[in-house]
């Protein structure tokens, strides 16, 4: 609608989880090589933990859905939406391993097929991944099914590894005594941390250049530093805030998006600021990273973050 007036080939701030716009900052950087460290290596249970609007989302299809490289060819099981029956769970993971739904409906010819079939993958040189998102919502049967999967192994390796993804009850959740051996399971856990002031500066920036703008002239540094506040720092309340702000500014025939005009999108959505500070002149061209694109990324930061993210194991 506004693409035009603001010379943009595309809506920089849609709230899909479209990998193409992300921007990983340190923390993405490093729950990006933790989940495609997991999977090359499967490991049990990769843990990453979130508050909603984080990009929990994004970075796993980054990581499982649109892989732009590989070392090793992988099968993955994406489960979106957790609050599943027993039998619909099976349905979902048995999918993509080639299981039929009517032998999801039945425990044992389901776990024998499964078998037979990462059995059959393993020996080709693949990998093979439940990917469970919101795992918060996870019913109790169900994790113990996981925890149970998880055991499954041949008599040299093991034959499927899970990455968990949810908000921070998931943490809560699994802390409880009767998922404790769940719990024990778990190789690697990473935090993703809303976004520092000039990261959100970075973040805006990067998606307007993605998009074919020229980000100063679309937002003042006052408009990016109140986006900052209004927001603090979720990836996906700075993108509802920015795209809000771009169609308002456009709708009253502004040259760019200014202070006020955040403040009063803000308002709309009964949003409220914590600080004052305003980003470094540096902060668009500084503390993010293009999405990488021709190898994975655990290869170059693994050995730095490895040492740190064991210690978060508990």
């Known amino acids: 609608m506004y693409e035009s007036y603001w010379g943009l080939r595309e809506r920089p701030f849609e709230l899909t989880s479209n990998a193409h716009f992300l921007l990983l900052t340190h923390t993405h950087l490093e729950a990006l090589s933790n989940l495609e460290y997991g999977a090359a290596t499967m490991r049990g249970v990769t843990l990453l933990i979130g508050e909603a609007g984080t990009g929990k989302t994004t970075v796993l299809r980054k990581a499982f ?3 732009e490289r590989s070392d090793r060819p992988m099968t993955c099981a994406l489960v979106e939406n957790p609050a599943l029956t027993r039998h619909e769970f099976f349905q979902i993971v048995g999918e993509p391993f080639g299981i039929d739904a009517a032998v999801a ?5 389901f776990l024998a097929e499964l078998r037979k079939s990462l059995l059959a993958k393993r020996a080709a040189g693949e990998n093979c991944v439940v990917v469970i998102d919101e795992a918060q919502s996870l019913p109790m049967e169900l994790f113990e099914e996981v925890r149970l999967l998880g055991n499954m192994e041949s008599a040299t390796e093991r034959l499927l590894a899970f990455v968990l993804a949810g908000q921070p009850e998931l943490a809560s959740r699994l802390a409880l005594p009767a998922l404790q051996p769940l719990k024990q399971r778990i190789g690697l856990r990473h935090t993703l941390a809303p ?4 990261e959100t500066a970075a973040y805006i920036a990067g998606r ?13 540094r006052e408009a990016v530093a109140a986006v900052y506040m209004v927001s603090r720092g979720l990836p996906r309340t ?3 805030v920015c795209d809000n702000a771009l169609l308002s500014a456009f709708a009253v025939g502004r040259e760019r998006v200014d202070r006020q005009t955040v403040e009063a999108v803000a308002a ?4 409220t600021a914590r600080c004052s500070d305003e980003p470094s002149e540096e902060a668009t061209n500084v503390r993010v990273f293009p999405s990488p694109a021709s190898k994975p990324a655990w290869r170059n930061v693994v050995a730095r973050h490895l040492s740190r993210t064991a210690r978060r194991v508990q």
């Open 65 to 67: 859905v649109t892989p």
């Open 105 to 109: 409906r039945n425990k044992t010819r």
């Open 195 to 198: 976004l520092t002031q000039d």
């Open 208 to 220: 307007i250049k993605l998009a074919g703008g020229e980000p100063s002239r679309l937002f003042s």
């Open 238 to 240: 700075i993108s509802v």
């Open 268 to 271: 709309d959505f009964e949003l």
